[in-house]
């Protein structure tokens, strides 16, 4: 089926690597802002990002706790995602799971904003 509503070509594995798995415990703000960086190149593009940004900006103001399994899933993807190589794309996700998670206990704001707007301008350019 070439335009199956179920399972959509934008939201497909990235070298390998899966949504789902880091989206089903998220928060919902937080799994919105990765969904739309996931998709951004096959259905959005720049307009996804800036659905991100407002997503993570939503994130950061309700502040939730992360479920232990959302944090456990965000690990599991961070892991794989080092071995691998890696787009822009899903550094980008990389850092919003630090950031949202608060993985590595240190403030990563600015550095996922820069890689934000990286994506944009690449994706309005058609570069990406």
């Known amino acids: 089926m070439t335009n199956d509503p179920i ?35 096959k259905k959005g593009g720049a307009e996804d990002i800036r659905k991100a940004r407002r997503c993570l900006e939503l994130h950061i103001e309700g502040n939730p706790a ?10 599991a993807f961070l892991d794989k995602a080092r071995r691998a190589p890696r787009t822009l794309q899903i550094t980008v996700i990389m850092r919003l799971l630090v950031f949202g998670y608060q993985l590595d206990g240190t403030h990563r704001l600015p550095a996922l904003l820069e890689s934000l707007d990286t994506l944009e301008k690449a994706l309005k350019r058609g570069a990406y």
């Not at 089903?24 to 937080?30: I, N, R, S």
């Open 66 to 75: 992360p479920p232990y399994g959302a944090v456990k899933a965000a690990n």
């Open 7 to 41: 399972n959509p070509k934008h939201y497909a594995k990235i070298q390998g690597l899966t949504l789902e798995p880091l989206i089903m415990e998220a928060p919902y703000f937080l799994g919105a802002a990765i969904k739309y960086i996931w998709r951004c190149k």
